[in-house]
């Protein structure tokens, strides 16, 4: 195989959590690493690093099609003049998410969500999908379990769903040209996003609608209890990083991985008929 040095890779979501650690990581390794993120502040924290191979990539919001079309275009050029390596890898990451009744979920921050998660990648990899050809690279997902319901958490989740979907599909469709999809199903993970849709749900129970309280808030606080527990065995997003650099060298990487807190006890939910898993959600619900 080629060494690290020899390939480029674009990583979504790189100014905090997993993106981030994923993205020193990998530049630390010898990629090129085109790192995607929305504003100057995130540039000069990549550039503060003094890694010569990371290359911020900015503006790169993914709820803008036109952003991520520039984008495209800029990593096609400098492929094309040996500004950077050959490219190997789509790397999605990026996303957020809030803790939220289906019922009370903001609706834009659901679709920026949905294009965070499911459209801008897959303008990604329509774009970029000619250089993937050329090195047989790799398109890497970054995930929840997805395949079971998890109440408050649909805009995740719902994505999520989808993400496995498209991934599965395009490893039947790009078979032929040699490029794998992987995802990698990440359990509890400390991310700053946490803390933040926690803090958001704290917030909004104190300006709840009385009607909406009535039929909620108890229920939410339960969420933010367990949260706190949950919270306190996350994993680490530097071994996250690690695992996709594991799977960007290996020979013949395997279609799905799992790692984070809970992440094997989802692997084994999904393996469940569909029934199971809503009965055995429905009597955790109850407690």
């Known amino acids: 195989m080629e060494s690290e040095s020899s390939k480029s890779v674009l990583v979504t979501g790189a100014s905090s959590g ?3 650690a994923t993205t020193v990581f990998l530049a630390k390794q010898g ?6 993120v929305r504003k100057d502040f995130d540039v000069q ?16 919001d993914l709820t803008k099609p036109d952003q991520v079309l520039a984008a495209t275009s800029l990593v096609k050029e400098q492929v094309r003049t040996n500004q950077i390596p050959p490219f190997y890898s789509i790397i999605n990451i990026a996303g957020g998410g809030s803790i939220s009744p289906v019922e009370l979920m903001h609706i834009s921050d659901f679709r920026e969500e949905l294009e965070k998660r499911i459209v801008a990648p897959v303008i990604l990899l329509q774009e970029l999908l000619p250089l993937l050809r050329m090195t047989k690279g790799r398109i890497i997902w970054i995930a ?48 700053p996003s946490v803390g933040r849709s926690e803090k958001e749900l704290a917030e909004r129970l104190e ?73 055995i959600m429905e009597k955790r ?3």
């Not at 990629?31 to 995607?36: D, E, P, Q, S, W």
């Not at 496995?164 to 359990?187: D, F, K, Q, S, V």
């Open 31 to 36: 990629y090129t690493v085109l790192a995607g």
């Open 207 to 279: 300006t709840m609608p009385k009607e909406m309280s009535d039929i909620y808030k108890a229920r939410l606080e339960k969420v933010l209890k367990d949260q706190a527990k949950f919270d306190s065995k996350r994993t680490e997003p530097t071994e996250v990083a690690m695992l996709i650099a594991n799977v960007l060298a290996v020979k013949n990487p395997k279609t799905r991985y799992q790692i984070g807190h809970m992440s094997k006890l989802g692997a084994f939910l999904e393996k469940l008929p569909q029934l199971w898993v809503d009965s």
């Open 144 to 191: 929840t379990p997805a395949l079971f319901p998890v109440p408050y958490v649909a805009d995740i989740h719902a994505a999520d769903f989808a993400v496995n979907y498209i991934a599965r599909t395009l490893n039947l469709e790009l078979l032929p040209n040699g490029i794998r999809n992987i995802l990698i199903r990440c359990g509890g993970i400390k991310t």
């Open 45 to 60: 924290a990549l550039n503060n690093l003094g890694l010569n191979n990371l290359k911020p990539l900015c503006p790169l």
């Open 285 to 287: 619900e109850k407690r």
């Open 18 to 20: 997993i993106g981030k």
